[in-house]
Structure formats: C-alpha cells, structure tokens
C-alpha cells in the first residue's frame, strides 16, 4: 500500500469510535511510506497490529482500500490506496491458518461433532457457531483450516453440488 494525501471530499467515515485508534493514527507522516528501514519496519508493524485489532474487533476478514474505515482519515485529509490499481481488497488473518484449524478442531471436539460431517455453511453460521471465532469466517479462511486438518489426518472436505453444502467430515 502507498499512503497519499486525499485531494477531494472523503467517502468513508473514520473509524468506529468503539474501537480506539492509536496515537500515530493522527500523525500525518504514518500515511507516507518512510524512507529509513527501521522506521519504515516499525510504522508498517504499528499499521498491521492496528489492522488486526480492528478486523478482529469489528470481525472483518476481507478490507477494500475504496472503503475501509481505517484507509481514510478525514481529519488529516489522508487515505490509503493500492500501488497496483487492480488490487483493492486483501484478506486479513487475525490468526495464523494453523492456529484457525486449532480452533476449528477445539470447536468440533467441545461441540461433540467429531466423527460427524457439518457443512461449511453450518461452520460459518450455524446455531453452535454463535458467539465463537468461527461465527463468520471468511470461506477462503475456513477452507485452508480444513486442509491444514486434512494435512494431519483429522478431517476430509467433500464437495457437493454448490458452495453451501460443501462438508467437512471430522475425525476428532
């Protein structure tokens, strides 16, 4: 990402004021790529710890630079946007792929549905899913969480004839 001034009337409001934005978010020159490593090591570190915390926070998976809150702060007139104009969303990872299929696998064992087949749309919106980190997950996210089980033996993907009744049987 490239960080530039915003030269008309910004689109998206700032950030949600339930989450508290750190001091540097106010601070023109973190929205300029700086030209010293370590200080450029340090403001891309502070930025991606933000972008978590607010993706977790907000449970986000996947951001556009055209309309995330973040991206654009109006008080200083500065906004985020792709080097590469064809690239306008990423997908953010709160958690490691490892450590979602950990808590997919906890969430099939503490639910009683090992040796059971659910469907990936049950994993991301089922009654038992309410409330937990999988409430939600991205597809793309679920789908590599069951292939690092299926790596390890402990679950298999089946397809079926549409996205929505795609299952994952579990050996757990």
């Not at 939600?136 to 069951?146: E, Q």
């Amino acid at each position: 990402l490239k960080w530039t001034e915003q030269q008309h009337q910004p689109a998206a409001a700032a950030a949600s004021s339930a989450f508290s934005l750190p001091h540097f978010y106010n601070y023109p020159p973190y929205f300029t790529l700086q030209p010293v490593r370590a200080t450029r090591e340090r403001q891309v570190r502070l930025w991606a710890d933000l972008i978590v915390a607010y993706c977790r926070q907000h449970r986000m998976w996947v951001v556009s630079t055209d309309d995330f809150p973040l991206f654009h702060n109006v008080a200083i007139e500065r906004r985020a946007e792709w080097t590469d104009r064809s690239r306008t969303r990423c997908l953010i990872l709160w958690k490691a792929i490892a450590d979602w299929a950990d808590t997919l696998l906890h969430f099939v064992r503490e639910n009683g549905f090992g040796d059971s087949v659910l469907t990936l749309q049950e994993i991301r919106s089922g009654d038992d899913t309410r409330g937990t980190d999988l409430e939600g997950i991205d597809d793309a996210v679920l789908r590599r969480a069951v292939r690092v089980l299926e790596g390890k033996g402990l679950a298999t993907l089946f397809k079926g004839s549409s996205s929505d009744d795609e299952g994952v049987k579990f050996f757990a």
